[in-house]
């Protein structure tokens, strides 16, 4: 999230086919926040925004969510600044003063599919636009109970349906920020990760999208899940319009607890639903993936360590005897997670004809190592991320923003042309 007037920034007016739109300009990159993309009601799918001007000075609102814990312990201020709000579909903008044709990354933030926003500080993209000369289109949409698990009353897969409208939003718009919306990459983590596989394999965002970068994606979780859904809606069952935000977000808590001895994919229980608008059912994904493979180039990976962040961190003193099962069991997790499923995706996209490139971030990261979130600092460095668990100890933001420089330009290189990076030894490997 960018800072707030009162740190230099000047206003300034974008001229927009949508409206004009007030932004600012600070130290050279415009800083639009906040624009809507999209209006709808609850569990409504996504109108066009209504035309005319926008203020686009503060930070975008992020959907309405619990708290989940191991977040909070690890960026306690992950959310300082923003507010939430249901009326949350809105994307912001950061762009180089000046730029025309330049490639357009548009981020999907991670969280499985519960929690998170386009617009918190540890996604601040200045480092990206400023050295790579690059557009990037923060997103945030629906969460949880509120874009996910359809059923009567509620349609299904509303925050995917959210993702299209911004993209079209992009195509429409992002040449007054001095984009090409024919070179728009879209690249997201985690759950993030997992929704722009999903989007590019439904063929929705064919003409939108012209390259993928899928960062730790679980993308086996939300497979052969009809039973947990069909639990789930047992429990959220006479749900209204008319409840409270509160009231929505206690049953889903409900419907969290309800789903824990669905093992692995009661992690994350919400998400897509494959068979309702936009995606295919599940049977036929191998088909439509096959279909859109030879037209989008394919980045996708995972850290090194993913599942470490989910156990304890390196045991210290005489508790040190039982890092080898601690090794062992990152290992397996990290294989059956993210490892296999992003092997097995890659394959089929190449064997479909598409351009496929597998790649493990090896930086070593902070108390857990090389685990899920550890590639973030480096692409979004920012001070939110200093003296937390995920960097070194001690590290300096200067340090951080040097350190992950190669990895800002190897995405941003694929951004503008499409093409394989390079390994990157001590941060990342490539597998061609």
């Known amino acids: 999230m960018p800072k707030q007037p009162g740190d230099g920034a ?20 415009i800083r639009a926040c906040g624009i809507p993309y999209a209006q709808a009601g609850r569990w409504q799918p ?29 960026l306690p201020n992950a959310f300082a600044g923003l507010r939430f709000d249901e009326a949350c579909l809105n994307l912001s903008v950061t762009a180089p003063a000046g730029g025309q044709g330049l490639p357009v990354m548009v981020w999907l933030h991670g969280g499985s599919y519960e929690s998170g926003a386009g617009d918190m500080n540890v996604f601040d993209p200045s480092a990206l636009v400023i050295e790579q000369q690059v557009v990037v289109v923060a997103v945030t949409h629906r969460l949880g109970l509120f874009g996910w698990l359809g059923d009567e009353g509620r349609a299904a897969n509303l925050g995917a349906l959210d993702v299209i409208a911004a993209l079209n939003w992009v195509a429409d718009n992002i040449a007054a920020f001095g984009g090409d919306p024919g070179q728009v ?22 003409g939108l999208v012209h390259r993928v970068i899928v960062q730790s994606a679980p993308l086996d979780l939300p497979l052969r899940t ?23 977000l206690d049953r889903q808590a409900a419907a969290r607890r309800a789903v824990r001895r669905y093992g692995l994919a009661g992690q994350m ?3 897509p639903e494959f068979g309702a608008d936009p995606f295919p059912e599940e049977a036929d994904l191998p088909t439509f993936h096959a279909a859109i493979a030879p037209e989008i180039p394919l980045l996708i990976g995972h850290t090194r360590d993913e599942a470490a962040l989910f156990l304890p961190p390196r045991p210290q003193g005489a508790a040190r005897l039982a890092e080898p099962l601690r090794r062992a069991a990152v290992r397996m997790l990290t294989n059956r997670l993210y ?18 490139t597998r790649f493990q971030v090896d930086w070593p990261g902070g108390d857990w190592g090389p685990s899920h979130l550890a590639d973030l600092p480096l692409l979004f460095p920012g001070p939110d991320w200093l003296g937390t668990p995920l960097v070194p100890r001690g590290m300096r933001l200067d340090e951080l923003t040097r350190i992950g420089a190669p990895l800002r330009q190897a995405w941003a290189d694929f951004a503008r042309s499409g093409r394989a990076p390079g390994d990157l030894p001590g941060i990342l490997r490539v597998d061609g």
Not at 11 to 20: D, R, T
Not at 186 to 198: K, V, W, Y
Request: charged share 20%.
């Open 10 to 29: 000047e206003e300034i007016a974008i001229s927009s086919p949508g409206g004009p739109i007030r932004a600012r300009l600070v130290r050279g990159l």
């Open 269 to 271: 229980p919400f998400g």
């Open 226 to 248: 009809e039973k947990m859904r069909a639990t789930m809606r047992r429990v959220v069952q006479g749900l209204t319009v008319g409840e409270t935000t509160r009231e929505v």
């Open 339 to 356: 490892g296999r499923p992003a092997d097995g995706f890659a394959v089929h996209h190449r064997r479909a004809g598409g351009q496929a």
């Open 185 to 206: 990459t879209l690249f997201g983590q985690s759950s993030g990760g997992d929704l722009a596989a999903r989007l590019m394999v439904s063929g929705r965002i064919t």
């Open 46 to 74: 996504p109108r066009v925004a209504a035309t005319g001007p926008v203020n686009a000075l503060h930070p975008a609102p992020a959907c309405p969510q619990l708290p989940i814990a191991r977040l909070d312990a690890l």
